[in-house]
Nanobody, 127 residues
Framework: QVQLVESGGGLVQAGGSLRLSCVAS????????LGWFRQAPGKEREFVAA????????VYADSVKGRFTIARGSAKNTVYLQMNSLTPEDTAVYYC????????????????????WGQGTQVTVSS
């Protein structure tokens, strides 16, 4: 089994920053991509950002480009999401997900490309 545990969420004022972390453990194997999704109340889960195994191929949703940065730890099983210039529209539960063996950057925005998900961490941005 694979476990993904997110941390770093919280309450922040508009314009502020937060850094989310996610650690994957268990039978993860190697070579997998990692992604971040979010889900606001009453809305569908949406893609935020993703990164490949080597960390040199990144994908971002248009809504977060230029504000959020995804990065992979040197240990490869950790992924970070640095979120700057936060707005109330960024309020959501943020989920980390591990890519399927068939994962690739051109399908990174699709939830079906991921086989394991974390429990999520709440991010609330006040106006």
């Amino acid at each position: 089994q694979v476990q993904l545990v997110e941390s770093g969420g919280g309450l922040v004022q508009a314009g502020g920053s937060l850094r989310l972390s996610c650690v994957a453990s268990g039978r993860t194997g190697t070579g997998y991509g990692l992604g971040w999704f979010r889900q606001a109340p009453g809305k569908e889960r949406e893609f935020v950002a993703a990164i490949n195994w080597s960390g040199d191929s990144l994908v971002y949703a248009d809504s977060v480009k230029g504000r959020f940065t995804i990065a992979r730890g040197s240990a490869k099983n950790t992924v970070y999401l640095q979120m700057n210039s936060l707005t109330p529209e960024d309020t959501a539960v943020y989920y980390c997900a591990k890519g399927q063996p068939t994962w690739a950057t051109w399908v990174a925005e699709t939830p079906r490309s991921y086989d394991y998900w974390g429990q999520g961490t709440q991010v609330t941005v006040s106006s």
